[in-house]
């Protein structure tokens, strides 16, 4: 058995533009901040990850990720890919409050694993899917017509599924979609209040959509994260599928979700929770009889494909909403998966596939 030993772990700024800002009803980004993990085994294998804090959603803070990693670090050092769940161990109790570090030394530490096993990821997480995976795309709060202007651009590529970022202006929002949907009836759409949404909001903003003859396929967290009991009445009343997105940061908000029946999706992010943490939560939803889907913060292609390895490998995910990578203004890796309009192409080289060019 090969020792697999991590001998170093490293973080270096990852700064990336957006084409446009993005903007959510919580805050904005101007452009994605990210921290690369690399990392070295004593075999010489390398593997690479990704730190995305969100601090609006997360409440981390770029600053703090990176005392975090200098922290915790060490204690990883000398010690053996062969447990990487023992690691992940190690992380979720030296790090509460930071899953994005948690995540991005996970990734590392899977690219690395898989890298030396000669294996892609999505085949280490079970190579589940063979089917091409298609990605919804996200538009963020913009102008009209900058939003109208994207919605065409993405239209033309092939995109079938929109999501919309709401909760800054009712009436400009609702015009927005019945506009797009006028043009594109065939076009379905996702909407996001990330939270921004009261429950009386919430029914009359979809019924309002749904009257209009909009195509409204999931409605992802219109309240506040703790308001589980809202979201349950929400879920009786609305025909609409409801998301739990930021009301799962973590096992035991999942076991709100269950107690107080909030949702019938369940939204995975590697970054709210950690790589493995994800895992589980996935396969306790899955086991109640939720939905899936799996997203991200803005993140470059690397924390991504991950999620896109979880989701061809692992579990059947109906909502896939891996698109950030698109909304950049340019790539700061080489290799892995690759988008064609919304398909995901799969890859065949080791680990995530991937080589920084920075
Ligand atoms: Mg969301």
Not at 63 to 81: A, D, T, Y
Not at 125 to 149: A, M
Not at 197 to 226: G, H, M, S, V, W
């Amino acid at each position: 058995m090969k020792a697999l030993i991590l001998e170093t772990l490293d973080i270096r700024p990852l700064n990336v533009g957006l084409t446009d800002t993005f903007t959510i009803s919580q805050g904005s980004v101007q452009e994605v901040q990210s921290l690369l993990v690399s990392l070295t085994l004593d075999n010489g294998m390398k593997g690479y990850g990704e730190i995305t804090p969100f601090p609006e959603l997360a409440g981390e803070t770029k600053e703090v990720c990176i005392e975090r990693f200098n922290e915790v670090s060490p204690e990883l050092i000398g010690k053996s890919l062969n447990n990487i769940r023992a690691l992940s161990h190690i992380l979720e109790e030296a790090l509460p409050g930071s899953p994005s570090v948690k995540c991005g030394i996970e990734i590392s530490m899977l690219d690395a694993l898989t890298r030396t096993l000669e294996t892609p990821m999505w085949s280490y997480f079970g190579g589940l899917n063979e089917e091409i995976l298609q990605t919804d795309i996200t538009i963020p709060i913009l102008s009209h017509e900058r939003s109208l202007e994207l919605a065409d651009k993405w239209v033309k590529k092939g995109f079938r599924t929109l999501k919309i970022k709401v909760g800054s202006d009712h009436d400009k929002e609702i015009n927005l979609i019945s506009e797009i949907n006028k043009k594109y009836p065939d076009i379905q759409f996702i909407i996001d209040a990330n939270q921004a949404f009261e429950e009386n909001q919430t029914l009359e903003f979809t019924r309002e959509l749904l009257a209009k003859d909009c195509d409204i396929i999931l409605l992802e967290q219109p309240l506040n994260r703790y308001d589980f009991i809202g979201m349950g009445r929400l879920k009786k009343l609305l025909n609409v599928p409801i998301a739990a997105d930021e009301s799962v940061f973590s096992r035991q908000d999942l076991q709100q979700v269950i107690k107080y029946n909030s949702a019938d999706v369940v939204n995975l992010k590697i970054m709210k929770t950690g790589v493995f943490n994800a895992l589980d939560i996935c396969s306790t939803a899955r086991s109640m009889g939720y939905e899936l889907m799996i997203g991200g913060m803005v993140e470059t292609r690397i924390a991504m494909g991950c999620s896109v390895a979880i989701a061809m490998g692992y579990a059947p995910i109906k909502y896939i909403d891996l698109d950030t990578p698109l909304l950049l203004s340019s790539d700061p890796v080489i290799g892995g998966y690759s988008y064609c309009g919304p398909d995901i192409m799969s890859w065949d080289t080791p680990g995530l596939g991937m080589e920084p060019l920075i």
